[in-house]
C-alpha cells in the first residue's frame, strides 16, 4: 500500500476509540455532507442526497399503491393554528422558530416555520371536507421542517431536515387505526428489505408519543454503539386535531361528525442509520439495494497493458448496465489503484471488480466484497451472473448480521439495579417491566438517562413486575439510551 493511501484511512477515527467522531470522518470523508454557516444545518451533498433520492422512490411507490397522493403545503404557520390544539403547542413551543418581521414591517401575527403541518393540514382539511363522500382523504407531503435543536448532530439531529409527511381523515375509528398500521407496516418493511436495518415494532409510552397524538406508533433500530434510534413513526390522531379545526363531514344519515385523523413520517435521519449500523472503520457499507453504485470497476496492471485491460473493462461496464446493475468504470491513470480501492471502500460500493493483465491472459475478473473483504475470483463469461448473485448475498448478510447484533444486544432486567447495570456496561436494549406509572418511567431515565423506546407487539419475554416499583406490570417495555 502506497503513503497516501495509508494515510487516507488514517484520516478516519476508529469506531472504537470515538465512535462520534467516527460517524463525523466518514460522513465528511465520503462527502455525504458539510456544515453549513447556520447553526445545527448541514448541506447534503450529491452522494447523501441521491441515498435519499432512491428512498423517496421506493416509499413514494409504496404510498401511492396504497392510495395516497402527494400536495405541497406552506412552510409558515400562524400561531393561533398552534394555538388550537394546546398539547401540540406545548410539545413544539421550545422548537419553534418564529417570522415576526417581513418587508420591513412587524408582522400582525407571528407565523411559525413549519416544525410538522398537523395544523395546517387541519385547516385545509376544514374546508375540503364537507360529506362522507369525500372521505377518505390520503395525503403526503415531501417537504422540510425546522426545529431549532439544542443539540445536533448530522442527519440524526439537525434543524433543519427534510421527509415525508402523511396526514389522512377518515369517516371512523376503524379506518384510522387500519390507516396507522398500515404504514407503520410499510415503513417497516422499508427498513428492513431495503436498508437491510432490522426494526423492532411498537408503541410509545403515553409520555413519548407525539403531542397531539392518541398513540403513537414506532419503528426502533439499533445503531452499533449500542444506541437505538426511532426510525420512523406512526400517529393515530383520534378526533383531536378534527375537534380543534372543526373538521367535520355529513354522514350518510345526514348527522354532521367529525373526522379521525392519522399522521406518519420518516425523515433523513434514516441516513444517519445506514452509516451507524453498516458502516466500519474503512468507512460506508451500502445495502446493493440503496447504493447509486453497485459495482466499481478498477483496471490495474503496468501502462503497457492498460490499453487492452481499458478495453475490456469496458465491455463489462457495457455489459452489467445491459443487466441494469449500476455500475462505474474508474480507468482514471493518473490514481494508483490502491488509492482507488480505499476511495471505494469509503464510500461503501458493494463489489469492487479487479481486472488486470493476467487476469486478460486467465479470462477472469476478482470480485471484492464491501461488506467482508472477500475476495472472489470468476470466468470473464461469468461475471454477471455472479455479480447479481453477490448483490442478493450481501443485501442479506447485512441485514442478518444488523439482526444477530440486534438479538445479542437485548436483554431483560427483573430490576432496576439490573437495568442500570446493562445500560452503564453493554448498552443496547434492555427488556423490563413497567406498571404504567410515568414516575417509574422517569426514574430509570434519572438512574442511566435510558428512556423508554417502545412497548413491543411481540415481546421476546413478558416480565410480572415493575423494574422500578416492584408491583404487577402492565406492560414490558425496551429501554436504551438514543440518540
Not at 22 to 36: F, G, P, R, T
Not at 178 to 189: C, F, P, S, V
Not at 213 to 233: F, H, N, P, W
Not at 342 to 351: A, F, H, Q, S, T
Request: proline content about 5%; charged content about 30%; aromatic content about 10%.
Amino acid at each position: 500500500m502506497a503513503k497516501q493511501d495509508k494515510q487516507f484511512v488514517k484520516e478516519i477515527t476508529p469506531q472504537s476509540e470515538d465512535f462520534s467522531r467516527w460517524y463525523i470522518d466518514v460522513l465528511q470523508k465520503a462527502e455525504w455532507m458539510d456544515y453549513a454557516p447556520v447553526r445545527g444545518c448541514i448541506v447534503i451533498r450529491p452522494d447523501a442526497y441521491e441515498i435519499w433520492e432512491r428512498c423517496q422512490r421506493e416509499l413514494d411507490r409504496e404510498f401511492k399503491r396504497t392510495g395516497h397522493r402527494n400536495a405541497y403545503f406552506p412552510l409558515f404557520i400562524p400561531e393561533s393554528f398552534f394555538e388550537k390544539e394546546k398539547e401540540h403547542v406545548e410539545g413544539f413551543n421550545p422548537e419553534l422558530p418564529w417570522v415576526t418581521e417581513a418587508g420591513g414591517d412587524i408582522l400582525e401575527e407571528r407565523l411559525a416555520v413549519r416544525p410538522t403541518s398537523e395544523t395546517m393540514f387541519g385547516h385545509m382539511y376544514a374546508q375540503w371536507i364537507q360529506s362522507y363522500r369525500d372521505l377518505p382523504l390520503l395525503l403526503n407531503q415531501w417537504a422540510n421542517v425546522v426545529r431549532w435543536e439544542k443539540r445536533t448532530l448530522p442527519f440524526l439531529r439537525t434543524s433543519e431536515f427534510l421527509w415525508q409527511e402523511g396526514h389522512t381523515a377518515h369517516a371512523t375509528e376503524e379506518e384510522a387505526r387500519e390507516e396507522t398500521m398500515r404504514m407503520l407496516g410499510i415503513y417497516a418493511d422499508f427498513v428492513e428489505s431495503f436498508l437491510a436495518i432490522p426494526v423492532i415494532r411498537g408503541q410509545k409510552t403515553p409520555s413519548e408519543k407525539f403531542a397531539g397524538a392518541v398513540e403513537t406508533y414506532t419503528i426502533e433500530s439499533l445503531m452499533k454503539d449500542g444506541r437505538a434510534l426511532q426510525t420512523a413513526t406512526s400517529h393515530y390522531l383520534g378526533q383531536n386535531f378534527a375537534k380543534s379545526f372543526e373538521i367535520q363531514y355529513l354522514d350518510k344519515d345526514n348527522q354532521l361528525k367529525y373526522v379521525y385523523t392519522t399522521s406518519w413520517g420518516m425523515s433523513t435521519r434514516i441516513l444517519g442509520a445506514i452509516v451507524m449500523v453498516h458502516g466500519d472503520d474503512r468507512g460506508l457499507v451500502l445495502p446493493p439495494k440503496l447504493s447509486p453504485t453497485q459495482v466499481v470497476i478498477v483496471p490495474i496492471g503496468p501502462a503497457k497493458a492498460r490499453e487492452a485491460v481499458v478495453a475490456k473493462a469496458r465491455e463489462l461496464f457495457d455489459a452489467l448496465k445491459r443487466a441494469d446493475i449500476r455500475v462505474h468504470l474508474d480507468d482514471r491513470d493518473d490514481v494508483s489503484p490502491g488509492w482507488k480501492f480505499n476511495e471505494y471502500e469509503l464510500r461503501g460500493v458493494p463489489i469492487r471488480l479487479e481486472l488486470g493483465p493476467r487476469d486478460l491472459e486467465a479470462s477472469q475478473a476478482v470480485l471484492a466484497r464491501r461488506d467482508t473483504g472477500e475476495k472472489i475470483t470468476v470466468p470473464l463469461d461469468a461475471v454477471i451472473e455472479r455479480v447479481q448473485a453477490l448483490l442478493s448475498d450481501i443485501q442479506r448478510d447485512l441485514f442478518e448480521a444488523a439482526k444477530r447484533r440486534l438479538e445479542e444486544n437485548s436483554h431483560v432486567a427483573e430490576t432496576l439495579d439490573q437495568l442500570v447495570e446493562i445500560i452503564q456496561t453493554k448498552r443496547g436494549f434492555v427488556l423490563a417491566g413497567w406498571c404504567g406509572d410515568d414516575a417509574c418511567e422517569r426514574a430509570v431515565k434519572d438512574a442511566c438517562t435510558a428512556t423508554s423506546r417502545c412497548i413491543p407487539f411481540d415481546p421476546p419475554a413478558r416480565p410480572s413486575t415493575c423494574v422500578t416499583c416492584g408491583k404487577p406490570a402492565k406492560h414490558a417495555v425496551w429501554f436504551a439510551k438514543s440518540y
